[in-house]
């Protein structure tokens, strides 16, 4: 391959340009004079080229102003800022806009419920209505009578079926409301609300669980349709008011329009509609088709809330606890389509279910015999009803009305009053606390705590309302008195708590309030517990999320890790995690550990090395690309880059041998270990003392370690980084192979995986010129041939598929730089270790190395030109002709060749580029002066 590089096609006549860089970088270098200010700072007054029309805010002169720090800003914009915003006019949500608010909020509620509760896919029934069963409107007809008996058969039909047939109704309704048939619209809807009737009464008859979640879903499709009616319904009626008989506009009614406005015709047709309604004999379709009518009450009356209480009423009148709490439900959203602040009957139903359960509760027998066994159940299904309706009543509530609902649903602050007796259910309690405003926590702590207490009941965990209670508390600030006594109460609640996951719980509510008020006591306590619990059997998965939280919290407060670990048992409590909470534990220490600078600690490096073997072993290196794997394994990398062991040089190389053992899977890690050994080798060399012998111990670590580095572009930079300090250190031999080894990376590149893109392969080429740069340094060896390694390279650029033709120009012009470089006199730099001798040194005068260096050129001028002719892009071939054109100049002395090929080049480029083109009428006058004889060739114009 030598010989046949020199075989060139055309034997240029070549002699390289003597160079003084001393010289050459004395007269290019900047002149440098001392500023006055800095220039950061803000400029004087008179020196401010701003209008004076412009704020500018002015600084001491010795002040210094950084505005990538903040400081201060101007205080009059800041001003004029805030004025503008405080005379904006005041901006406020429309009455429209105001009702998105509730519908959207709805809207998302009805789909928690059906994602909470999911039914099976056959739903098996006793006796159903034929409006389910069968299809058609013919059907329908079939419902007047709302007493006739079922078909003592049992009967089955899918979920879609039964969600299909309501949609059909719905269409139905909404059909023979747009044929003007007003009589069959409400036939239909009374009919709906029937079917609501039939699958609550037929849902408690049987014991299966999933009949009963389909329950909320039919909630959700029978309102869909009784919210259909309601809307058909009010835009009649206003349009009534608003229309006359033959059509023609009357006046458009306001948002807040009263009876008074409302036409006798209008109010004629409303009220026949509550009549209708009115006449329904059975009690659950009655509230429902009123509640969906509850808007058009403002039609004839002023204060038409009078009619929720009087609804309250009624519902009472509904004994099954499911059905009543979810007809509360539905009042509660019609409600809010009413323009008003009254939630007195939002109490009076959340009272009454309250009631309800404690019947419920307390009763020797179920109230029915579906609900045999299955409390629970019932407790969760009618559970989101309370969480709504508290929602709506505590919104934006005041203190008096916070005071006014407690003292209503009889959770009276007068601990004496309430004797030890069950005050409030635990479910109702939960959802109260979850709304309550935080002020309201903060200063009814003690009391919320009694009640917890005296509502020890199965509809909830009573440690789930302790935990919730911690949470809330942490939310805003409570006087010290207030939390000390509520500390002393729950250490007292929480040592009763036998059980790890209660405790657990517990612990994790009220750990962010001890640790923000420095509560050491209470800590202790809190882990001397914990640690009793955690030693005495194996953790369950849904304790070790609990303990993970807490170990988090912990985590978090500390700064440093050393008041973590000294810790009352909180290592002990740490050894008894696994799986993921472990490593997530783990992966938050290495976070903390790392962001503090250089770890130098021996016993420290020891911890934190066994915490990275555990996290080691809790990657999925199949599935490396995940998140948290390639986070966990950047962490170790940073952890093991971050180890110094100061002047104990030997100990951290022996770190770095055992980490590479330990986590050789980690492509990042083993990068981070080659580092770390060439950062030793350095250190080593620039102490006194130079150690040789520990510098090649760093120089074979690295030689072993790169090779099992999958990636050949990283690989590559990292032999080209470990060529360079075995050269630091004078180790010729090693340096040689590892520069051997780096081209052998390049001849493998077309093997790699992935595709090529352009960043990569200029990433080759800025590698491929790191390696010229480190070949001026190398020794050449007359018996291989003083240009071995420059001829290897170009021996890779024409057998590449990934080298095209610009790269392949670029790289040409390295080596010809390269090649200028080595035929000097004086190198422009050397290898540190004095011992080393350069070329310069080593072959001064020698004609045949000169003629060697010659030689090669002359092939590398010779395919440099042909790169260029092959570039297919016309403004990158004009570039990369210019670049070679410059290469040349200053490279070469000048002669007829020389001045042959950059004429060349240089038509090129003037047919590539613009005669504009800054880059081509700079390159002419850099030619016209390196070579004076090239004056004659034509400017670019």
Known sequence: MVNELIDTSIEYRMEFRPRNYSSEQEARAIPRSRADHHPLSSPSPSQSPLNQDVVVVHHQDNDFFDPLRGGDYNASVLNEDALEVENAPNVSLSSEATTQIPSKEWTSFKRFLMQKFPVSKMISLSSMPDVIIKRGKEHIEELNDLQKDFDDGGKVITQQEYVSRLHELKDEIMCAWNAEDRGTALKLSIKVAAILFVCCQVAKLLMDTSVLQFYPTLFVLVTDIMDMLGDMVWKRIRQKAEFAEDGAFLSTLPDNFRASDICSDAKEVCYNWFCKVGSIRELLPRIYLELALLPCWRFLLDSPVDNLHRLVMMIRGLADPLASAYCRLYMAHCARKFPTSDKGYLVRCVGDIKFQLIHLFSAKEAPNRHFAGKPRLLVNLIEPTIEHMMKCMLEDASQSEVDSVLLELGLRTNRAALSGSSACVSIVLHNLLKELPTEAVSSKALDIMHLIKCSNDYSFDQCLNYRLLGFRLGEGKSQMDIINSVMDEVIQVITGYDKLDEYLKIAEGYMDIILQNQMEKYLNTLLEGLYTRVCSKEIIEDEQGSLQSILLKLLSHFKDLDNVFALKHFLDILDVLYGSPRNVIDLHILKMATRNGHICDTSAIQFLFEISQSLHNGIDFANIKDDFNQ???????????????????????????????????????????????????????????????????????????????????????????????????????????????????????????????????????????????????????????????????????????????????????????????????????HAYYSEILGNDMLFYGDSSYLQELISLSNYVLENLVNSVEQEPSKAARGSIALEACNCIALSFKENNDVLQVCAKLIETAKFCLSANDKYLQSTIRYLNEQLPNSKAMPSAA
């Not at 590479?660 to 003392?689: C, M, P, Q």
């Not at 960043?759 to 740069?773: A, E």
């Not at 340094?777 to 291989?784: A, L, R, T």
């Not at 071995?788 to 012009?813: D, E, G, H, Q």
């Open 631 to 829: 986070h966990a394994a950047h962490m170790i990398s940073r952890f093991v880059e971050l180890v110094d062991y100061g002047a104990e040089m030997d100990q951290h190389l022996t770190f770095l041998v055992e980490c590479r053992g330990a986590f050789g899977s980690i492509n990042e890690l083993k990068e981070s270990l080659v580092h770390s050994s060439n950062y030793l080798a350095t250190k080593a060399l620039k102490d006194g003392n130079k150690r040789l012998t520990f510098v090649k111990s760093c120089v074979a670590f690295s030689e072993v370690t790169v090779p099992s580095i999958s990636a050949q572009i990283r690989k590559l930079n990292l032999y080209l980084e470990t060529a360079e300090v075995a050269l630091l250190g004078g180790l010729i031999s090693h340096a040689d192979g590892l520069i051997v080894s780096a081209i052998s990376c390049l001849e493998k590149l077309d093997y790699a995986d992935g595709p090529w893109t352009p960043t990569n392969v200029d990433g080759i080429l800025s590698s491929i010129r790191k390696l010229c740069s480190l070949l001026v340094m190398v020794p050449g060896i007359s018996d291989e041939g003083i240009t071995k390694f420059p001829r290897s390279i170009v021996s890779l650029l024409n057998s590449r598929s990934w080298m095209t033709p610009r790269i392949n120009a670029k790289i040409f012009c390295a080596i010809i730089i390269l090649l200028a470089t080595l035929s000097q006199n004086k190198l422009p730099y």
